[in-house]
């Protein structure tokens, strides 16, 4: 990464370069010719004569010869050419007009900048057509490569070693970050070349419009000067056209690199390839890498040891220097650069001291990568094990990342106080030679301090790459297919679910198997439970003479205990102690004090339901205007189906709460009510005797107690009778069923009697003072609005 920056900065630098050339040629060119114009007499045949040296001299026509010019040998005679003109122009620089001296007049040297740009830039396009060559012969050598790499295969008896494979990838994987570099190098010369036509645009209409200014100007003493003027625009032209072939070059120069990088990265995957399969990592390989290593540790030990002893030296300098700077009488800025030096000398040894600890740490780190490469190829780690490594090994990933990150802000920073001190060198005309000498010590601590972070940086990324090579090889060998392999995976991948702790109690673990096995006893122990307290309540006890309601109350109580037995049950086989629950059982406290308050009074108005017995199953209630039957009483509510079929879910504290009508707590009797009203007139004692033998004939009306039959009222329509009876019912549909029967009867009965029933009647009496007016209107004849129709007299 530290590469490619490197490489974009000076592309970066060099496109500046060439743009800032460019603007500098295009006004540099103005007084090339002056001199020239001077000596003549202005005559239009004297700047044609200039005009046709000026291209003559500098560089011949495009459109004549538009190949030779770009050919090594071409662009040699263009700078010969120019080497010509620059030395007349020199000289010409160095003569007198008017008796004033050509630099002092300023014009002249302006052509000879002029020449020296253009000669700089047909240098810059001879050494980019040299590159062009050697990158075309890079090409044709890289193709042969690959051509006998395909016909001969890779290089050497097999197996191959691991090491060469691993300079192989490491190489491919720079070749790949190279490949941004290049990248951004083709996209800034096609910005360079499309920025240079266009100054070669306007450079060239300058030119047609100082010719036209000349060629339409009489007055010879301006024509001069516009010849002047002409030729400088003619060769500020001319500069900017070699600026476009040079940037043409550099753009195939930059696209031909591209080409050579990706034949350069075909070659290296195709050796890869090669040699993969028929690699061996071999005990040898790793000896030779451990070596490497522990050489590599010995050298920084030796210099970490002579880093140390030379440290308390620098102390007692620092020590010395800041004893004098505090003697001094007057800040003196020689004992304080001194000062300032000293303690950047011991803080640069201490920063030493501490980059070489950490690269020792890294050494080791690489050995045990290292290692563990070694029996990641040789296949002695389990699955589980190779999961262990690639979560460690992506920390570290992580970690040299982070490091590596804050190593390049401190060089940074290094850098920024490097060039303060420039600065400062740079400011101070009057500085002392002694304190200029201190502060090039200070400069030389910086630039030790950033060899050592660049160092450092080395290390860093050596490690890095290390680790990523560690984590594509366990990927590697973790992805490869073997149902042996997979079924270990899986098994491994379950054990460390299933030993997972979450947490500890009374010095016990409590693991995700301990859960899921307390959950499936309890799911088990649910279900014996509602069916041991099924048959409790279903077979058992309607043998032992006990009634449906009762029954069903003890059910629901046997259910709830042997739920609770069953769950301690559970937390015990699993060694799961009771005291987890503690915390648990405050915070329910807790809960039930706030939160489930609603809940909690449900539960308990249920279990005093299952007590008392107010209601039962089967009973017949009434609860605000709610007629229905009890279903089912549960822990929390109570299902109630009413006579349409609906069931309905009533909390438990209703029923406590509010009144209730029980209409079957005793027993199953209830008296029925049916009320009929009979026109006035009607014989009362005959009404009343056809009732009670309606009564009397339907067959589920009990005799005892007997039915009977009250004269109510006197209504506004009918005389109202109310015929009472008593049934024996268990729901709300047989009552309604008998009394639909009865009026069914009362009905066929008044029928035969001849006795009527009332309906609702009213009389309309009409007192007006003369007769009513009635008019037949057409049919087709809207009827007259009530507003329109005209008011009788009073």
């Known amino acids: 990464m530290m590469v490619y920056l490197r490489n974009n900065t000076a592309n970066l630098r060099l496109l500046a370069q060439r743009r800032l050339s460019l603007v500098v040629g295009a006004f540099a060119l103005g007084g090339v010719l002056l001199g020239v114009a001077r000596t003549s007499s202005g005559q239009q045949t004297i700047i044609d004569a200039l005009s046709s040296s000026a291209r ?4 011949p026509e495009p459109s004549s010869q538009p190949k030779a010019a770009s050919t090594p040998q071409g662009i040699a005679d263009q700078r010969k050419a120019v080497a010509q003109r620059l030395l007349v122009a020199q000289k010409q620089n160095e003569a007198e007009v008017d008796g004033t001296p050509a630099e002092a007049n300023g014009k002249p040297s302006r052509e000879v900048d002029l020449l020296k740009q253009l000669d700089l830039l047909l240098s810059q396009h001879q050494s980019a057509e040299d590159r062009r060559k050697q990158l075309e012969a890079t090409k044709e050598d890289l193709q042969s490569r690959i051509d006998t790499l395909q016909r001969e295969g890779p290089p050497g ?14 190489s491919l994987k720079l070749e790949q970050e190279r490949a941004l570099t290049i990248e951004a190098a083709v996209e800034s010369a096609k910005d360079s070349l499309r920025i240079a036509k266009d100054a070669s645009d306007r450079a060239e209409a300058q030119r047609r419009q100082a010719k036209e200014a000349l060629e339409g100007e009489k ?23 070699q600026q476009v072939s040079l940037a043409k070059v ?11 990088a990706q034949l350069r990265r075909d070659l290296i995957e195709r050796q890869i390839a090669g040699v993969r399969d028929l690699t061996r990592f071999s005990g040898d390989d790793l000896d030779k890498k451990l070596l490497e290593i522990e050489k590599r540790e010995s050298d920084l030990a030796s210099k970490l040891q002579s880093a140390e002893l030379m440290l308390p030296f620098l102390e007692r300098q620092w020590a010395q220097a800041r004893s004098d700077l505090e003697a001094a009488e007057t800040n003196d ?11 950047l000398d011991h803080q640069t040894l201490q920063q030493r001291i501490s980059l070489y600890k950490q690269q020792l740490e890294r050494l080791a780190m690489q050995r045990e990568v290292w290692n563990r490469r070694f029996r990641v190829y040789q296949h002695f780690e389990k699955r589980g ?37 420039d600065k400062r060198l740079q400011g101070g005309a009057d500085r002392s030679a002694e304190e200029t000498h201190w502060i090039n010590e200070q400069q030389e601590a910086r630039r030790k301090q950033i060899i050592d972070r660049g160092q450092n940086l080395v290390s860093i990324d050596a490690t890095l790459r290390l680790f990523q090579k560690l984590n594509d090889d366990i990927r590697i060998d973790t992805e490869s297919f073997s149902l042996a392999a997979t079924a270990e995976a899986i098994w491994a991948n379950i054990a460390a679910i299933w030993n997972y702790e979450i947490t500890t109690s009374d010095d016990e673990s409590i693991t995700v198997g301990k859960v899921v096995g307390v959950l499936l006893l309890l799911a088990f122990g649910f279900w014996c439970s509602r069916v041991l307290s099924r048959l409790f309540g279903k077979r058992l006890l309607p043998r032992l003479g006990v009634n449906e ?11 709830y205990l042997l739920v609770t037995i069953s769950a301690l049950t559970a937390l015990r086989l699993v060694n799961v102690p009771l005291t987890v629950f503690t915390v648990l059982g405050g915070a329910v406290a807790i809960g039930v004090g706030f939160g489930s308050q609603n809940v909690m009074n449900n539960f308990i108005s249920g279990l005093i339901l299952l007590a008392e017995r107010p209601i039962r199953v089967g009973d017949m209630i009434e609860l605000s205007g709610l007629f229905g039957t009890i279903e089912k009483i549960g822990a929390r509510s109570t299902w109630v189906k009413t006579g349409e079929n609906y069931e309905i879910i009533v909390p438990n504290s209703s029923f406590l709460e509010n009144q209730v009508v029980n209409w079957t707590l005793t027993d199953s009797i209830v008296r029925c009510r049916v009320r009929i009203g009979v026109a006035y007139g009607s014989p009362t004692r005959d009404v009343a005797r056809w009732l009670r033998k309606a009564a009397d004939d339907h067959g589920l009306v009990l005799d005892r107690p007997e039915p009977f039959v009250w004269f109510t009222e006197f209504g506004d329509n009918a005389l109202i009778f109310d015929l009472h009876f008593w049934v024996t019912v268990r729901n709300l549909t047989e009552r309604r069923r008998v009394e639909s029967d009865m009026r069914f009867m009362i009905d066929q009965s008044f029928r035969e009697a001849g006795i009527v029933i009332a309906f609702p009647q009213r009389d309309l009496h009409l007192d007006t003072l003369k007769p009513l007016e009635i008019r037949m209107l057409p049919p087709n004849e809207p009827a007259p609005d009530s507003a329109q129709v005209e008011k009788p007299a009073a």
């Open 56 to 59: 003559k001299a500098v560089a």
């Open 157 to 170: 008896e097999p197996p191959f070693s691991f090491l060469q494979l691993d300079e192989l990838e490491s």
């Open 219 to 241: 007055d010879e003493t301006k024509r001069a000067r516009l010849a002047e003027t002409f030729h400088i625009a003619e060769l500020e032209s001319q500069i900017s056209k």
């Open 250 to 260: 550099e753009l195939d120069n930059a696209e031909q690199e591209a080409e050579a």
């Open 333 to 343: 800025p020689v004992l304080t650069a001194e000062a300032d030096a000293r303690q």
């Open 385 to 421: 094990e190779l999961r262990q490594w690639a979560d460690e090994t992506r920390l570290k990933i992580a970690e040299l990342e982070r490091k590596r990150q804050l190593e390049e802000l401190q060089m940074t920073e290094t850098r920024n106080a490097l060039g303060e001190l």
């Open 549 to 559: 309601s009762a029954a069903s109350a003890l059910q629901t109580i046997a259910f």
